[in-house]
């Protein structure tokens, strides 16, 4: 990327979190991300162009020495800090600002440092052979939340043990609930083709996405009617985003799985949409190495839960007050390398008493919180030949690429948030989930609104699940 050539119009917005936005190149497979900041902070960026690029080298770093060790090489993809022209970045921010959603204007972007993350974009294909069938590839982005439930000797409250985070956490932010899919938002060719509205009619909204895969999935003289098209279609997406999701990518073929055991006293969530009998009689396993196994073995580096860091955090900050020059030592801000890596990975199993065990405990709850808050893309097309991961679905043949994303480190302050935010989380879902509350029975009626799709070519059931969001 030639940085003295940088022109705005090369540039299309692409999407935006809560702390950075993105656009995408017209023409080449790169995006920028750059930070944003609340309109009041517009006129004077809260960072120095030095503090800024150091933030952005941060996750770089971050990303590049700890997660991608965790996660596995194939999967993560660390970017590179770049620092922008600033006549480049202000016309771009004037012109993307026409296409960003009104929720998201409390923020603007920042035009003042000029640094930014440049990242392969992961909703395209490296290497495509589609170009013959006038396909774009087909992107979807998913957030895998913690997959596991806490078994720490240190939970004060059972019901932790028994409903996952990311169900309670759904009760406390939404006290009335508003249903939607749970559905990942599909893109073609970097573009967003599906999106399910908050008030539209569930099964419409899906009957919508289908006609949008349906030439990936079903041939062109297919004599199905729209109902059976629409499933056979979903039915198939599901089955190659399962296939990619866990097929190990060290032994390409799907056929080559291995199956590593989630570790004893994990069960099922007790609030899941999913039916009973799925749940009951489902595989609870793991092929080794998928994305998924990696990912969880990462999040169950907080083996002592929020209770259990809470006094090892106050053995730090007592530490860090009586001797604030130890941070840099301790690595509470990076730098991000090795020896950081190092304190995660070699943490006693046991406390010792010492400012060390804690500290590493610290340190893998961050690295733990990374990877309950990222987000997986799954970027397919339909293939002759075989490049990448292959998937065989009943009609057509795709290779595949998985990419795991927002991998920032978690700021060493958020923890005594953590920990206020789940005693608040816990406290509301069990004031909300007493006998005869009439919630309890809409989130029954709709797990029974579950839209069955048939079965795939094991004979096993595909379910559709929708989630309150």
């Not at 985070?165 to 406390?172: I, K, L, S, V």
């Not at 690295?367 to 990222?374: F, G, I, Y």
């Not at 970027?379 to 795709?398: H, M, N, S, V």
């Not at 789940?422 to 509301?428: A, Y």
Request: glycine fraction near 4%; charge should be negative; charged fraction near 25%.
């Amino acid at each position: 990327m030639e940085l003295d050539k940088m022109d705005e119009n090369d540039w299309k917005y692409h999407g935006e979190g809560n702390k950075s936005l993105v656009v995408s190149h017209v023409q080449h497979a790169r995006v920028l991300r750059l930070l944003k900041y609340s309109t009041e902070d517009a006129e004077n960026s809260p960072k120095t162009t030095d503090q800024a690029f150091r933030h952005i080298q941060n996750i770089v770093d971050y990303s590049q020495n700890v997660m991608k060790p965790l996660l596995g090489e194939k999967f993560v993809h660390n970017g590179e800090a770049v620092k922008l022209p600033l006549d480049f970045v202000r016309q771009l921010s004037l012109k993307v600002q026409q296409e960003r959603p009104e929720s998201r204007c409390d923020k603007v972007m920042d035009t003042l440092s000029g640094c930014a993350l440049c990242l392969p974009n992961l909703t395209q294909l490296s290497s495509c052979c589609c170009c013959r069938e006038h396909r774009p590839p087909l992107c979807i982005e998913i957030k895998p939340k913690c997959g596991f439930l806490p078994a720490s000797r240190h939970i004060t409250k059972d019901v932790k043990r028994k409903v996952c985070r990311f169900c309670m956490h759904q009760h406390f932010k939404y006290c009335d609930i508003v249903w939607s899919l749970a559905f990942p938002c599909p893109f073609g060719g970097g573009e967003c083709i599906y999106s399910c509205n908050d008030d539209a009619d569930v099964l419409q909204d899906l009957d919508e996405l289908a006609q949008h895969l349906r030439p990936y999935f079903l041939p062109s003289g297919s004599l199905l009617n729209r109902q059976q098209s629409s499933k056979v279609v979903l039915n198939e997406l599901i089955q190659v985003i399962v296939s990619a999701l866990l097929s190990s990518w060290d032994c390409p073929r799907s056929g080559h799985l291995r199956n590593t055991q989630l570790s004893e006293g994990r069960v099922t969530c007790e609030a899941s949409l999913l039916h009973r009998d799925l749940l009951r009689n489902g595989n609870h396993c793991l092929p080794k190495d998928c994305v998924l196994d990696k990912i969880l073995g990462t999040q169950m580096l907080d083996n002592l839960d929020i209770e259990g860091l809470s006094p090892l955090l106050k053995r730090v900050e007592q530490h860090l007050q009586m001797f604030p020059k130890e941070r840099c030592r301790l690595q509470m801000d990076g730098p991000y390398n090795a020896s950081f890596l190092e304190k995660v990975q070699n943490c006693p199993a046991e406390d010792d008493g010492s400012l060390e065990y804690a500290v590493g405990k610290v340190h893998q709850y961050r690295v733990a919180m990374t990877a309950k808050d990222c987000s997986i893309m799954v970027a397919i097309a339909t293939c002759g030949e075989d490049d990448g991961l292959e998937i065989q679905t009943t009609k057509p043949r795709f290779t595949c690429s998985v990419s795991i994303l927002d991998l920032d480190p978690k700021p060493y302050e958020s923890i005594s948030h953590q920990s206020r935010l789940d005693s608040k989380i816990v406290n509301h879902y069990l004031r909300r989930t007493q006998p005869n509350n009439q919630e309890l029975d809409n989130l029954e009626e709709l797990a029974n609104q579950s839209l069955f799709l048939g079965r795939d070519r094991d004979g096993e059931d595909c379910t559709l699940v929708f989630h309150p969001v």
